[in-house]
């Protein structure tokens, strides 16, 4: 847990105070206490997280369950309005801004994103079902991805374009 810690302050440049610092560490702790193994002395650690989570997310307008599996040097740039799924995953260097969802298409369907290696997230996307977010993948701000985005392209619009970055369309 400690060394995430570590990773994750580097991530944010030292800055301690930054928000999705606070939220980072709250999930590291959620995270941490899953590996206490006697459910008697997890119990308690559990209930800590619980109140920790819902003050962060109450202060900082970011919810980011622990269940929600992040690589290395994620970074949560310009805090507010931010919800990501626990069904969610996203690899290493990813970037996400204010007003970003990332989360389920449908109720019935528990199913979220997965996110490859440096993704950067504009803000207001919404990035929604069950599909897959390539490597070096840029989304645009406000942009609504609903659909499978192959490595090195750019997804902008609403609904979502898909542009590779060398300016070859790929859909839509």
Partial sequence: MFENIRQDLRAYRGDWSSQGFWV?????????????RTPLVRKPFSLIYKVLFKLVQV???????????????????HFGDIIVSGFASFGDDCVIRNGVTVGLRRTDEPAAPRIGDNVDIG???????????????RI?????????VPDDCLAVGNPARIIRKDHGKVNG
């Fill in 24 to 36: 980072m560490l709250v999930y590291r702790f959620g995270r941490w206490r899953y590996t206490i």
């Fill in 140 to 148: 645009g701000a406000n942009a609504v991805v609903l659909t499978d």
């Fill in 123 to 137: 803000a207001g996307a919404k990035v929604l079902g069950n599909i897959t977010i390539g490597n070096n993948v």
């Fill in 59 to 77: 202060v900082t307008g970011i919810e980011l369950p622990c269940e929600v599996r992040v690589g290395r040097n994620f970074r949560i740039d």
